[in-house]
Nanobody, 129 residues
Framework: HVQLKESGGGWVQAGDSLRLDCVAS????????GGWFRQAPGKEREFIGGISWSEGTTYYPDSMKGRFTISRDDAKNTLYLHMNSLKVDDTAVYYC??????????????????????WGQGTQVTVSS
């Protein structure tokens, strides 16, 4: 099974940019999509978006469009989450995820988290004012 390891989290100030990396070890052709979620204390988990490993096609929920960009390096088995103009409300644990489903299918699901069977341990991002 694929194993996911995030890195790049830490403390930043509001307005800063930050990039999170996720190495997907053991990835096979069955791993069709990657993505990112986040969860802040006392709040529900949020789907930031997903990407097709092979095509690079991305999907973002409307609430996440604008400041977040997901990319991947297929050869390096690495996902990236680029975050711009960070706000205090972006403070959360950020999780890298992987799925055997196509992103074109995941984007139509009511609960995308159910489509991602593999999760990293998460990396904390704290944005201070």
């Amino acid at each position: 099974h694929v194993q996911l390891k995030e890195s790049g989290g830490g403390w930043v100030q509001a307005g800063d940019s930050l990039r999170l990396d996720c190495v997907a070890s053991g990835r096979t052709f069955n791993d069709r999509s990657g993505g990112w979620f986040r969860q802040a204390p006392g709040k529900e988990r949020e789907f930031i978006g997903g990407i097709s490993w092979s095509e690079g096609t991305t999907y973002y929920p409307d609430s996440m469009k604008g400041r977040f960009t997901i990319s991947r390096d297929d050869a390096k088995n690495t996902l990236y989450l680029h975050m711009n103009s960070l706000k205090v409300d972006d403070t959360a644990v950020y999780y890298c995820v992987d799925s055997t489903w196509l992103i074109e299918t995941i984007q139509h699901m009511r609960n995308p988290s159910e489509m991602f069977g593999f999760w990293g341990q998460g990396t904390q991002v704290t944005v201070s004012s």
